[in-house]
DNA sequence: TATATAACTGATTAATCAGTCAGCCTAACT
DNA sequence: AGTTAGGCTGACTGATTAATCAGTTATATA
C-alpha cells in the first residue's frame, strides 16, 4: 500500500470515530509515520483530504452492493427484500467506520456549499434507496408483495434500517437484539396479504 | 429573560447549527451581545455550557410529551401509535434545533466518559421508546394492535421516525413527503389483522 | 554515471480559541 | 453616605493547528 493510501486510510478511521474538527492533520500523519507535511503534499488541503475519504468510501459501498447482487438470486421479491436489509446490516457492522462517517453532521453541512460533497452523498443514498425499491418492483411483480409505493416504501425502510444503525453507533439501542423483529415488521408491512407466501 | 437564559439559547442555537467544536465562546457570547468573559461567568466551562444545553434540550422534549399526552385522549391504541408519531414529527419541525443537537455525534461522544451526558441522553430516548410502548400496550389491550412485542416494535418506529428527521435534517429527503406513506405502513404493520377497524 | 522528477520533511507562521484575572459598575442593604 | 456582593468586562495567555516553504532524499530514466 502506497504513503498516500495509507493516509487516505488513515483519515477514514480518524474522521469517522472522531469528527472533522477533532481530527488534525498531525495525527493523520503520525498515524502513518509520515511527516503532517506530508500529508499536504499529497492532499493540498483539510477538506480535499476529506473529500477523498468520502469519494473512497462511495466507491466501497457501490462496489459492496454491486458485488452482492452479481453473486445472489432470490427466490421472490420479499425474499430479496429481507437479504437485502440482512446485508446493510452486515456491512454497516463489518464496515463500521462507513457509515460512522454518514452519520456524522459534518459530510451534509459541507455539502449545502460544495457540489462534489453533495454529490457523493447522494451517489451513497440514491443506492441505499434503489436496492430496497428493486425488491419492492421484483415483488409486485412476482406477486410476494402488495401494492406500494416501491419508492416511498424503500425510503422508509432505509429510515429504519439508517435509523437503527444510528442508534447502535450512538450506543443507544443494539440493533442486533432488534433484528429478528426488524424481519417480522417488514414482511407483515410488504407481504401480499391475497396470498400465503 | 436574564443574561444567563439568553446566552442558553444562543449556545443551543449554535451547539445544533454548527456542532460543538464549530461553536466558539465568543460566537455565542457576541449572539447576546455579551464579553466572552461573561459567558465563563455563568457557565465555568464549554463542556459545562454543553451539558446545562442538553439537559435544557432534555426538559422541553420532557415536558412537551407530557403537555401532549395530558390533553389529549384517544379512541384506541392504533389512534394514538398514529397521533404520537404525528406529534414527534411537529415537533421535530417546530423544534428543530432539538433534534439537530441530537443528531450530532458530539452527544454521544461525551456521554461515553461523561454520566451526567449519558443519563440526559438515556432520559431523552426512553421517553421518545415510551410512549410509542404504551400506544402498543394500550392497541393490544383494546383489540386494535396486534400481538407483537411492544418495547421492540416501539424501538422500530423510533428508529423510523428517528431516521426520517435526520434525513430531512441533512437535506436528503423531505420526511413531509413520506407522511402519508408512514402512517400506512404503520398501520399495516401493527393492525390486528383478525379484525377490521 | 548524470540528471530530472517525484516523494518527503523540519522548521516556521499566522490565526484561532478556551480559559483567566484584576478590576469596574450597579443595586441593595445598613 | 458607606459597604458589600453579584454581574459583567477588556486585556491577556498558552496551547493548538492548518498551511507554507525551502531544502533533502529516493527513484527512475537517459
Redesign the interface.
Known amino acids: 500500500m502506497s504513503k498516500k493510501e495509507d493516509i487516505l486510510h488513515a483519515a477514514t478511521l480518524l474522521f469517522a470515530t472522531h469528527?472533522f474538527?477533532?481530527t488534525s492533520m498531525t495525527e493523520v500523519a503520525e498515524m502513518t509515520g509520515a511527516a503532517s507535511a506530508t500529508v499536504f503534499y499529497h492532499f493540498k488541503s483539510k477538506e480535499e483530504l476529506f473529500l477523498s475519504v468520502l469519494s473512497n468510501v462511495k466507491d466501497g459501498i457501490l462496489d459492496e452492493f454491486s458485488h452482492y447482487f452479481r453473486e445472489k438470486k432470490f427466490a421472490n421479491g420479499l425474499d430479496m427484500l429481507v437479504d437485502t436489509v440482512s446485508f446493510y446490516l452486515y456491512l454497516a457492522g463489518n464496515k463500521a467506520e462507513w457509515f460512522l462517517l454518514l452519520?456524522?453532521?459534518?459530510p451534509?453541512?459541507l455539502?449545502?456549499d460544495n457540489i462534489a460533497c453533495r454529490q457523493f452523498?447522494e451517489d451513497i443514498?440514491n443506492c441505499f434507496a434503489d436496492i430496497f425499491e428493486k425488491a419492492l418492483v421484483k415483488g409486485q411483480q412476482d406477486g410476494s408483495i402488495d401494492t406500494?409505493?416501491p419508492r416511498?416504501?424503500g425510503?422508509?425502510i432505509?429510515?429504519?434500517?439508517?435509523?437503527?444503525v444510528?442508534?447502535k453507533?450512538?450506543?443507544?439501542?443494539d440493533a442486533g437484539?432488534?433484528y429478528n423483529?426488524?424481519i417480522a415488521?417488514i414482511r407483515?408491512?410488504a407481504a401480499n396479504?391475497n396470498q400465503l407466501t
Open positions: 469528527g474538527k477533532d452519520h456524522r453532521y459534518y451534509y453541512k455539502a449545502e452523498l443514498y406500494l409505493s416511498k416504501t425510503l422508509l432505509l429510515s429504519t434500517v439508517d435509523g437503527m444510528r442508534f453507533n450512538c450506543n443507544l439501542y437484539a432488534l423483529e426488524l415488521v407483515r408491512m396479504q
